[in-house]
C-alpha cells in the first residue's frame, strides 16, 4: 500500500523559508517521478516541483529560483526559500511513474505566508 505523508508546513512571515517533507512508504523514490503541487483557495492545483526517476528537476516559473526540490532513499524534500504571501496554499506531495506525477497523493499540508 503507497502512503505519503506531508510533514513541515505553517506560517511563516513574508521573505521566510520552510522545508516541506514527504516521507514515502510501499514505492521505491527513484523509480517513480516525484511532484509538489499546491492548490491555493479559489485557485487549480498546480505542480510547482517535480523530480523524474533520473533525478531531474522542473520548477513552476512562480517557483524558479526560490524553490528546490531533492530527494532521498524515503523522502521527498521541497525547501522554500523567499516566500511570498501568494504562495500560500495547501501543498501536496504526488508520486506516479512518469511526469506529472499524478497516481498517488498525500493528504497535503497547510502553508500560510503573512505579508
Known amino acids: 500500500q503507497v502512503q505519503l505523508v506531508e510533514s513541515g508546513g505553517g506560517l511563516v512571515q513574508a521573505g521566510g523559508s520552510l522545508r516541506l517533507s514527504c516521507a514515502a512508504s510501499g514505492i521505491t523514490l527513484f523509480v517513480n517521478a516525484m511532484g509538489w503541487y499546491r492548490q491555493a483557495p479559489g485557485k487549480q492545483r498546480e505542480l510547482v516541483a517535480g523530480?523524474?526517476?533520473?533525478?531531474s528537476t522542473n520548477y513552476a516559473d512562480s517557483a524558479k529560483g526560490r524553490f528546490t526540490i531533492s530527494r532521498d532513499k524515503n523522502t521527498v524534500y521541497l525547501q522554500m526559500n523567499s516566500l511570498k504571501p501568494e504562495d500560500t496554499a495547501v501543498y501536496y506531495c504526488?508520486?506516479?511513474?512518469?511526469?506529472?506525477?499524478?497516481?498517488?497523493w498525500g493528504q497535503g499540508t497547510q502553508v500560510t505566508v503573512s505579508s
Open positions: 523530480i523524474t526517476r533520473g533525478g
Open positions: 504526488a508520486s506516479g511513474p512518469v511526469m506529472p506525477p499524478n497516481q498517488y
